[in-house]
Nanobody, 127 residues
Framework: QVQLVESGGGSVQAGGSLRLSCAASGSTYSSTCMGWFRQAPGKEREGVASIYRGSSTMRYADSVKGRFTISQDNAKNTVYLQMNSLKPEDTAMYYC????????????????????WGQGTQVTVSS
């Protein structure tokens, strides 16, 4: 079992920044593909970014490229999502997810790629 706890959400104005954290605990050795997803009201959950713990290979949704950065601190079992130049359309509940294997370009955005999910942290961006 793996437990994921997100933190760092909040309310900011457009153009602002936030850094989300995802602390993992439990049997994390098999959780090699870590992802951030988000879900806005009335919309489907979508992949935002992923990172492969072995090589730090990062992948991003087109909508956040150049603005968001995913990183990790393996010593702390923590994954981060630095979000800059935030837009109102970034408003959503953000979830951390953990899965096994590599974060392939074709699969990292798939919800069924991930076995464990956090409870989410709310991000609200006002115009």
């Amino acid at each position: 079992q793996v437990q994921l706890v997100e933190s760092g959400g909040g309310s900011v104005q457009a153009g602002g920044s936030l850094r989300l954290s995802c602390a993992a605990s439990g049997s994390t050795y098999s959780s090699t593909c870590m992802g951030w997803f988000r879900q806005a009201p009335g919309k489907e959950r979508e992949g935002v970014a992923s990172i492969y713990r072995g090589s730090s290979t990062m992948r991003y949704a087109d909508s956040v490229k150049g603005r968001f950065t995913i990183s990790q601190d393996n010593a702390k079992n923590t994954v981060y999502l630095q979000m800059n130049s935030l837009k109102p359309e970034d408003t959503a509940m953000y979830y951390c997810a953990a899965g096994s294997g590599y974060c392939y370009a074709s699969t990292w955005v798939r919800i069924d790629k991930y076995t464990y999910w956090g409870q989410g942290t709310q991000v609200t961006v006002s115009s």
